[in-house]
């Protein structure tokens, strides 16, 4: 383990600042303090491209090598794009064009590709060839799937030979070719021999969800469609689901995480997400209830999402959080990283999530999610298994 000075320096060095305890201009009348952060790399920009996947994950897996060497690697994105392109352009030919083929997946792709493929350092691989300074997938994923939907149909009534030199072709042409071999500070390396080159056994890291449609402390195949690889995901109860995240950051450990952030309570250019409790007639009285009940629904709702600073929350149960995702209200939609623990000027306890839309923002591309928010909004994490708690691990019959 190494001293505490050099432990500072690291964190330091690569962890944002802990926010002092007063609201910051523009804010919403949070006042969050920073109770416990992990070391992990700068905040990176996915810019228009649906890989929000790849960018958690990448730091996710930069975060783990943080930990375990100290040192600071800034691994490429793009590569694992592309190779992920490659497998689903199979994977939806194989399966007649009916399967998923998009620009999105899972942050436990990257420790797919890692294991099949290897890695590249951002300076070998930018994955930038189409005229573009930062990322922006639209004509790719259509030109590709447009392609791939030709194949599909089989026109000469089987596939011809040329398929796969086409599709490769493509994707060259816009994320460039895949070197052979590549020099990273001073010496030469394949994908395979640099990801080979880091502490990183894919075998320790696990997929984590929470939902009563499937047995708890057995694994299933998360139902989205990004779970293009049909990769397993073991079922705990919600409540550990939290104790694990809050286990893990304690520890040292920074967990991805998938979640849903349409709600209406996510906001990002402020800073936070929550799920503020509506008012209700019963709640009111005087004055005050003859005001509420005089609004109309829209404004009851408006009033109830324009906050001034902590507020009361829904109280999110295993029941609730089933309900939202049988509905649809939960949906996959957006990868993050969890790096800290929080707590705001009333005590609340809140995650504290670094995010891929660039750091131009109230708090440097990092944001606050509060546990109500996590535990309805939660899709699934991503996360090393000596990060689990010892009686979680034993529920589900495995070992760190």
Known sequence: MKNIILSALAVAAVAPLSLSAKEPADSAGFVFTDVK?????????????????????????????????GKSVDLSEM???????????????????????????????????????????????AGLNYGEDNHVHGEVEAALKSYLDVINRKPNRRISTAYQRVKNGMLDAY?????????????????????????????????????????????????????????AFYNIPLDQLVETVEYAIEHGYSVAWGADVSERGFNWS????????????????????????????????????????????????????QEMFDRQETTDDHGMVIVGIATDQKGNKWFKVKNSWTDKQIYGGYFYVSIPYFKAKTMDIFINKEAVPANVLKELGLKK
């Open 79 to 125: 590569f694992t794009v592309r190779e992920c392109y490659n497998d689903k352009a199979d994977n939806y030919v194989r399966r007649y064009g009916v399967a998923q083929f998009s620009q999105g997946g899972a942050c436990g792709d990257v420790i797919y590709v890692w294991d099949k493929y290897g890695a590249m350092p951002e300076s070998a691989y």
């Open 175 to 231: 994320f460039g070719e895949i070197p052979e071999s590549f020099e990273y500070e001073g010496k030469s390396y394949t994908p395979k021999s640099f990801a080979a080159s880091f502490p990183i056994n894919p075998s320790d890291y696990i997929n984590l969800t929470s939902f009563t449609h499937h047995p708890f402390y057995k694994p299933f195949s998360l139902e989205v469609s990004d779970n293009w690889t049909n990769d």
């Open 270 to 321: 402020k800073g936070y997400a929550n799920m503020p409790k509506a008012k209700t007639a019963s709640d009111l009285e005087g004055t005050e209830l003859s005001r509420w009940v005089s609004l109309s629904k829209a404004d009851q709702e408006k009033e109830t999402y324009s906050q001034r600073g902590p507020v009361e929350e829904i109280d999110v149960t295993q029941d609730l959080r």
């Open 37 to 69: 952060v992990v070391p992990t790399n700068s905040v990176k920009d996915q810019n228009k491209s649906g890989t929000c996947w790849s960018f958690s994950g990448t730091s996710f897996i930069e975060d783990e090598i943080l930990r375990k060497t």
